[in-house]
Nanobody
Framework: QVQLVESGEGLVQAGGSLRLSCAAS????????MGWFRQVPGKEREFVSA????????KYADSVKGRFTISRDNAKNILYLQMNSLEPEDTAVYYC???????????????????WGQGTQVTVSS
């Protein structure tokens, strides 16, 4: 089955940039819609961004529009999240997800995804 492994965790200052990566195992991983979510202690997991199977259609949470960019390299089965103009409010554990039982996408609900990475910590200092 598809497995996801995130990388790119780090500590950055406000206004800085960071790129997260998610490596998806499985020969057909590139066919699935994928997304990024984040979570802080005491809060529910929050949608950040999503991308459809082809990589040509994307969605973003209002809180990150204009600052984050989601992309994918289907040949390498890698999902990316480029985060610019980071703010302390962006501090969270970031998770990548794949929807292996759905078609096309992008999807913005937790329930749309059935495969999740282990999460990677992003900390933005003020």
């Amino acid at each position: 089955q598809v497995q996801l492994v995130e990388s790119g965790e780090g500590l950055v200052q406000a206004g800085g940039s960071l790129r997260l990566s998610c490596a998806a195992s499985g020969l057909t991983a590139g066919r699935y819609a994928m997304g990024w979510f984040r979570q802080v202690p005491g809060k529910e997991r929050e949608f950040v961004s999503a991308i459809n199977w082809s990589g040509f259609t994307t969605k973003y949470a209002d809180s990150v529009k204009g600052r984050f960019t989601i992309s994918r390299d289907n040949a390498k089965n890698i999902l990316y999240l480029q985060m610019n103009s980071l703010e302390p409010e962006d501090t969270a554990v970031y998770y990548c997800a794949a929807a292996t039982k759905a078609y096309s996408g992008p999807y913005s609900e937790n329930g749309d995804y059935n495969r999740w990475g282990q999460g990677t910590q992003v900390t933005v200092s003020s």
